[in-house]
């Protein structure tokens, strides 16, 4: 979607921005990658679009070798702001 100009009310990302940017599907290796990718979504969102975004959450940041990463109480702001974005609501079945 990079030179697209479409817009979108909605965009669902679901178990795949912690990926980015680790290596793992063949991208290159970018300890950011997360925060570029959120960038993009956001650029592909219309005025007052909503982003529903899935991933891990934990009580600690981690990065799980090439395989994940973990939002914590570090990253986790990271990437909001990245975005340009609030958080509405969380769910969790965490402890």
């Known amino acids: 979607l990079r030179n697209s100009k479409l817009l979108f009310d909605?965009?669902?990302?679901?178990?795949?921005?912690?990926?980015?940017g680790l290596?793992?599907?063949g991208d290159p290796?970018?300890?950011?990658?997360?925060?570029?990718?959120?960038r993009e979504l956001a650029k592909s969102l219309a005025?007052?679009?909503?982003?529903?975004?899935?991933?891990?959450?934990?009580?600690k940041?981690?990065?799980c070798g090439s395989r994940q990463r973990i939002y914590g109480p570090r990253r986790f702001p990271q990437l909001?702001?990245?975005?340009?974005?609030?958080?509405?609501?969380?769910?969790w079945d965490g402890k």
């Open 47 to 59: 005025p007052a679009g909503v982003l529903l975004l899935g991933m891990p959450v934990g009580p």
């Open 10 to 20: 909605v965009i669902v990302s679901f178990s795949g921005i912690e990926h980015d």
């Open 80 to 91: 909001a702001v990245a975005g340009g974005f609030g958080c509405r609501g969380a769910s």
């Open 23 to 25: 290596g793992r599907y």
């Open 29 to 38: 290796v970018d300890e950011n990658g997360d925060l570029r990718a959120i």
């Open 61 to 63: 940041d981690a990065v």
